[in-house]
């Protein structure tokens, strides 16, 4: 299905908050969505598998322990959006010339979208590595090299983001639309339903119809 940007950050956000995302992640969530289907990049799907596997677990538990060294998550995987937002945080480090390192992270390419928003805030090209792909992103524009098309995998030992040499090749650039599944649609929605109160008896009467006290 081809939808506006605005609709598909729009239902994101929503999915993030049923998931038990705080308003403030489940924002940067949706712009992240949003930034990657611009590109053509698989946003909604990852974000859908992200939220789902971590259901129901505390962000602390998934958040990186420390910004020191080498970021972490407490036992498993490393949230992408919470290291995301963290690498945000952090970005003036990228300019100090300090590489961010993250070790065992789930669906890697949800962190490129913060990357990004680290170059537009330097004015630089950041670059993000994990296995055998390489990604450049001056903010709007992005270079995708990706031999063994590991752009998509659902988890990585290592991500390494960093100050990247400027591009002067053609990059790609975002589009005013972006492609979503059914199949993934539903599954954000799964998450965006439950933040709709399920109907009371109050609710009904307050609501269209003359509920109970119908006298017809």
Not at 33 to 40: E, I, K, M, N, Q
Not at 71 to 97: F, H, I, Q, S, Y
Not at 132 to 141: A, E, F, I, K, S
Request: hydrophobic share 45%; with cysteine; charged share 20%.
């Amino acid at each position: 299905m081809n939808r506006s940007l605005n609709e598909i950050e729009a239902h994101a956000k929503r999915a993030a908050r049923g998931a038990g995302l705080s308003w403030g992640m489940a924002e940067e969530a949706a712009r992240a969505t949003r930034w990657l289907a611009s590109h053509d990049l698989s946003g909604p799907a990852l974000l859908s598998d992200i939220l789902a596997k971590n259901d129901g677990l505390a962000h602390k538990q998934v958040a990186p322990v420390s910004l020191d060294g080498e970021w972490r998550a407490p036992v498993g995987e490393l949230c992408p959006l919470a290291a995301g937002t963290a690498l945000n945080d952090c970005a003036d480090r990228l300019a100090k010339g300090q590489p961010v390192k993250m070790s065992n992270v789930s669906y890697p390419l949800l962190v490129v979208p913060f990357a990004a928003w680290a170059a537009i805030h330097l004015n630089e090209h950041v670059q993000i590595r994990w296995q055998n792909l390489r990604v450049d992103t001056d903010g709007v524009g992005v270079w995708v090299n990706d031999p063994t098309s590991e752009i998509n995998t659902n988890q990585t030992a290592a991500l390494t983001c960093q100050i990247a040499s400027k591009r002067t090749d053609a990059a790609t650039h975002p589009r005013f639309r972006g492609t979503v599944t059914p199949g993934v649609w539903e599954k954000l929605d799964t998450f965006a339903q439950r933040t709709f109160a399920p109907a009371t008896a109050a609710s009904r009467l307050l609501g269209a119809g003359a509920g109970a006290a119908d006298n017809d």
